[in-house]
């Protein structure tokens, strides 16, 4: 009994030191990168996997009791509302950028089809 | 409509004149006070120049520290003073520091009786296991009815000071509207919010209900409710949430909100200063339906937060609802 519990904790540790290191890299790449588009991206990265290996590994070491289901559904939570605010970021990003050629290349549909089209 | 009588006898009923006023439909210095525009002040050139003349010879009788010896004087005490009271005032605040009793000691004045009386009697006279929600609203129940008016007025404050003028409205949205860039009925965020609105809101009433259970209470809880209805405006636009909640409702739910705290409070400080036993049961300490006032007073303080964080969002976005 003792061995399952020793794994469980251990499993639980390692996907909550994983999870820390996730958001050690998000970090670094918020303070590093200098495009808002890019720091998003980071930033996206530890909102959904970072939080997520963190939990997980949280839930393992408590056992299947009430407070582990609360974290679930905290993950869930997380998982609907960082895409969708990301997304909404992203989007007012995109529309009010005054220089878009400076950091990003906007296809059109035609240019993807003759990419496309190259590449096959 | 679903009352019997016509509006114009509903007018004439108390209820009806209740109702009346609440709204502001009567302005009542109509027909009652004379009401003239102010006019800008105006002067002509000779009051003008006479008042310039005499504001100089004012001050060079008075302020002349050249040739006024008592001005000389009282500079030089002046500042000898403000740099002697300085000193006196840092030594007197580091005498203070040295007499404060060390860190750990049992003596301290923060260990006194109040906590331990909270900390030993709290489940007993509050009947809330939350020993913090039964300080917050029970013991100290004036301070928290203070901090839900403060919120109040803060509300108002801000009514004031960003409501936009419905005439001059119009205009206003067509020279400096940055709102044109915010998405607008955007399909990801609306799916999104269907799904999280309703768990955020009884989420919320969750807090707010079992506050005096656990970790929670009316402030909190109203903040979650107030950040569903805000996700819930940004995700449908005004025209949806016009349709429940307006500055009329606001104003209403944080009247009612605050007019039964106090009323409640009001009969609980009657019944302790005069030592009448209370008709309130505490009830099960553990039960949802217990400790006396202190649900209908964590309802009451989430209503009014839950508004106020919804009228800033909305104040400061659109000026008016």
Redo the contacts between chains.
């Keep these: 009994m003792a061995a399952i519990e020793w794994i469980r904790f251990l499993a639980g540790a390692f996907l909550l030191l994983f999870g820390l290191f996730i958001f050690l890299i998000e970090m670094i790449g918020v303070f590093r990168f200098k495009y808002v588009l890019n720091r998003m991206h980071a930033a996206a990265m530890g909102d959904t996997l970072g939080i997520g290996f963190s939990l997980v590994g949280l839930i393992l070491m408590s056992g299947f009791t009430f407070t582990s289901l609360k974290l679930f559904f905290v993950i869930v939570f997380l998982w609907f509302s960082s895409p969708a605010s990301s997304h909404l970021i992203a989007r007012l990003e995109v529309t009010t950028d005054e220089e878009p050629e400076k950091h990003y290349h906007k296809y059109t549909i035609r240019e993807l089809e003759e990419k496309l089209h190259k590449e096959a | 409509m679903s009352r019997k009588l016509s509006e114009n006898e509903y007018g004439k009923t108390a209820s009806g004149r209740l109702k009346r006023w609440l709204d502001g439909d009567k302005d009542l210095f109509l027909d009652n006070v004379e009401m003239r525009p102010q006019k800008p002040f105006e002067e002509d050139e000779e009051t003008k120049a006479k008042r310039a003349e005499e504001k100089k010879r004012v001050l060079k009788k008075v302020y002349d520290i050249n040739n006024n010896r008592q001005v000389r004087v009282f500079e030089k005490i002046y500042r000898v003073s403000a740099a002697l009271f300085c000193v006196l005032l840092v030594a007197m605040l580091l005498m203070a520091i040295s007499q404060l009793p060390a860190i750990g000691e049992a003596e301290r004045p923060v260990n006194n009786e109040v906590s331990e009386r909270y900390i030993e009697n709290g489940l007993q006279e509050t009947g809330s296991v939350n020993i913090v929600t039964g300080m917050i609203l029970d013991y100290r129940a004036f301070d928290t009815l203070g901090e839900s008016h403060v919120l109040f007025i803060a509300t108002c404050t801000v009514l004031i000071l960003l409501r936009i003028d419905k005439n001059k409205k119009k205009e206003l949205e067509e020279e400096q509207n940055d709102s044109i ?3 607008e009925n ?1 399909a ?2 609306q799916t ?1 919010a269907k ?2 609105v309703p ?1 955020i809101v009884i989420f919320g009433i969750y807090v707010i209900l079992c506050g005096h259970l656990g970790p929670g209470g009316g402030f909190s809880g109203g903040a979650i409710i107030g950040a569903g209805l805000i996700l819930y405006l940004n995700a449908f636009g005004f025209e949806k949430t016009e349709r429940f909640f307006t500055a009329k409702t606001y104003k209403r739910l944080s009247f009612c909100a605050l007019a039964c705290y106090s009323l409640s409070k009001c009969y609980s400080f009657y019944t302790g200063a005069n030592h009448i036993e209370s008709v309130i049961p505490l009830g099960t300490p553990g039960a949802i339906l217990s400790s006396g006032l202190i649900l209908i007073l964590n309802i009451c303080v989430g209503i009014v937060v839950a508004g106020t964080m919804y009228t800033f969002f909305v104040m400061f976005r659109k000026g008016g609802y």
């Design positions: 860039y915010e998405p955007d990801i965020l999104v799904v999280l768990t």
